[in-house]
């Protein structure tokens, strides 16, 4: 609300400063024209340098990303460990105790 109430004041104070600053942009127009090279030359550098340090980047998101999930599986997977265990000696025992299977005829 109170931006709308001085909203006037603003757009006066915009105006009349806009109208006193103008001869020095006009001014400043030929010393960005000498500039314009130099932020060419910037934007070239950092192009090649986006090109060249990018497929690191993506590299080294994907070897994290496989980290995490395996970190997560394994924090998901350890609980279940035990059971895991037991079962095992359950399947060792009984396959220990079974007979031998019979020859198979050919």
Do not use: D, E, N
Request: proline residues 8%; aromatic residues 16%; charged residues 5%.
């Amino acid at each position: 609300m109170i931006s709308l109430l001085t909203l006037p004041f603003r757009l006066l104070f915009g105006i009349v400063f806009g109208l006193l600053a103008l001869p020095f942009a006009i001014l400043a127009v030929p010393f960005a024209l000498l500039f314009l090279p130099f932020l060419l030359i910037r934007f070239v550098f950092k192009a090649l340098m986006t090109l060249i340090v990018a497929p690191f980047v993506l590299i080294a998101v994907f070897v994290a990303l496989a980290v995490a999930f395996a970190a997560a599986v394994v924090a998901l997977m350890l609980p279940l460990l035990p059971f895991a265990f037991i079962a095992f000696c359950v399947w060792a025992i009984i396959h220990i105790s079974s007979r031998p299977p019979a020859l198979a005829k050919f």
